[in-house]
């Protein structure tokens, strides 16, 4: 009797340890395949063609104040052209891990680096590799468009948009090499269906909306940020 339970004990004991080194495993290559997606987002990043910044023409004010809606256009009643009068090289396509790029994004505050994949791309797949552009008049252009990411639990994409504050900065790179500076001025959660933030009349200003889950994922954290032009 004794020994069958002292065989019993070891049995069980093999398998706890078995499962805990599964467990651990995972949870290792899941950080692993996390850090490498990270340095190559970085790594693409770094690579990406820019120009030299473009420089604030006057001070802006700053005023205080899954991932799919259904999106009605408003009426523009504003229409504006772009006024950036500097030559700009051609845009050239861009592709990450097959998809097609529209630009890139670089938060400071959070250490994200990774590039925006266009809008066209937008699917379960391509939110699962980078941020991708949801709904918008394009990157760097009069107007807002807006960017959508997950919140991992592992930092990548917008997981830390939470920690982001009124006053700090974002910076996209467009296909042509432009790269702005934006500055982030509202800072919001909503429900899964608003979808006012994407079809906001910006005045002609250029701006970006990013948008993402809460941790609980029962609503989405909104952030708005004007270009420093």
Known sequence: MNSKYSTFLTVLLII??????????FLGFRYISSVNSRKEAENFVDTFPKQEETEPTEEQPVIEDDLTVD?????????????????QAPAQEQRFNGYLVAGTIEIPATGLSCPILAEEEYSKSALETSVVIFHGVGLNQPGNTTIAGHNYRNGNFFSNNKKLNIGDKIYITDLTGKRLSYTIYNKYETSDTDAEYMTRDTQGATEISLTTCTDDSKARLIIWAKADI
Do not use: K
Not at 16 to 25: F, N, S, T, Y
């Open 16 to 25: 706890i340890i078995v499962a805990i080194i599964g467990v651990i495993g």
């Open 71 to 87: 999106v009605e256009e408003p009426e523009n009643n504003n229409p504006t052209t772009s006024t950036d009068n500097n030559q």
